[in-house]
Nanobody, 127 residues
């Protein structure tokens, strides 16, 4: 059984940082594109970042970021731990959302293209 479990969410402050993790089981994480999506209250789910599958070397993966997070968020993968991380720096109130990780064949912002999803982790901006 394939499982994706997000962790690392919590309260964030202006300019602060959080590191989200997507722990996977039942699949080889390097064989899939892994994306982070987020959904704020009353808004549609949106793509945040993606790391493509690789051919055995993480240096051959490509990363993609939404314009709203470029320069602030960094996605990375630990093949040995079957985990993908999202380092979020310089957090802003508009980053408040439930963050989901998803596994699929290619990096795309089309949520329907992904095979597997986690349950999400909440990031809440604290003033």
């Amino acid at each position: 059984e394939v499982q994706l479990v997000e962790s690392g969410g919590g309260l964030a402050q202006a300019g602060g940082s959080l590191r989200l993790s997507c722990s996977t089981s039942g699949l080889a994480v390097e064989a899939f594109a892994i994306s982070w999506f987020r959904q704020a209250p009353g808004k549609a789910r949106e793509g945040v970042s993606c790391i493509s599958s690789d051919d055995g070397s993480s240096s051959h993966s490509t990363t993609t970021y939404a314009d709203s997070v470029k320069g602030r968020f960094t996605i990375s993968r630990d093949n040995a731990k079957n985990t993908v991380h999202l380092q979020m720096n310089s957090l802003k109130p508009e980053d408040t959302a439930v963050y989901y990780c998803a596994a699929g064949p290619l990096c795309t912002w089309l949520a329907g293209s992904y095979y597997y999803w986690g349950q999400g982790t909440q990031v809440t901006f604290s003033s």
